[in-house]
């Protein structure tokens, strides 16, 4: 159960804030309590959810001490890249809809070295991985940033800067302490 206050995501990738709960009646037989959840970052429609969904895509935010163990855990993730472009589609698309996060970050790490590999030959990502790393990055930056107190389009910064404080084993004196 949630509680109003909470922060949450809510299907795949959006956070948003619990802000009420209430009855309403939605043109069934009878009022149902539902939570009332504001978009963190995005448009400002609220969402009502049932609060007795049994199937709810919901779960709380990570909190900050995650999201620095997640953080600590990026030059570790091995970066193997899929050559084959349909396997690694497939691959990626299902990691996204699991929603597990470090699996999330290791496509970021991927995607970003592939990346970075093609540009020093000239070339560019064929827009399967633009489009994918798109949705892995709103994934994982729109929860962090909410934790984080931060805007989405400041996280790979704030991530590349705190991969060495947290390596360094200097992590007393960094910004996520």
């Not at 309590?33 to 009502?48: A, E, I, R």
């Not at 592939?114 to 000239?122: A, I, N, R, T």
């Not at 560019?124 to 994918?132: A, F, P, R, Y």
């Not at 989405?152 to 705190?162: L, S, V």
Request: glycine residues 4%; contains cysteine.
């Amino acid at each position: 159960m949630f509680s109003v206050s909470d922060f949450v995501v809510f299907g795949s990738a959006d956070v948003y804030k619990i802000v009420d709960i209430c009855q309403k009646d939605f043109g069934e037989d009878s009022k149902r309590n539902y939570y009332v959840l504001n978009p963190v970052f995005g448009n400002s429609l609220d969402v009502y959810i049932p609060t007795s969904h049994k199937q709810m895509p919901m779960r709380k935010i990570l909190s900050k001490n995650e999201i620095v163990q997640i953080i600590k855990s990026i030059p570790d993730i091995e970066d193997k890249w899929i050559e084959d472009h349909k396997q690694r589609k497939t691959t990626y698309t299902e990691v996204l809809a699991s929603g597990d996060h470090e699996k999330i970050i290791r496509i970021i790490k991927n995607i970003h070295i592939h990346k970075l590999e093609l540009e020093q030959q000239g070339k560019q990502l064929i827009i399967t991985d633009k489009e994918l790393l798109k949705s892995a990055e709103k994934l994982i930056y729109h929860e962090f940033a909410a934790v984080l107190d931060l805007e989405p389009e400041q996280i790979t910064d704030y991530i590349i800067q705190n991969i060495g404080v947290y390596n360094t084993g200097s992590h007393q004196s960094g910004p996520l302490s």
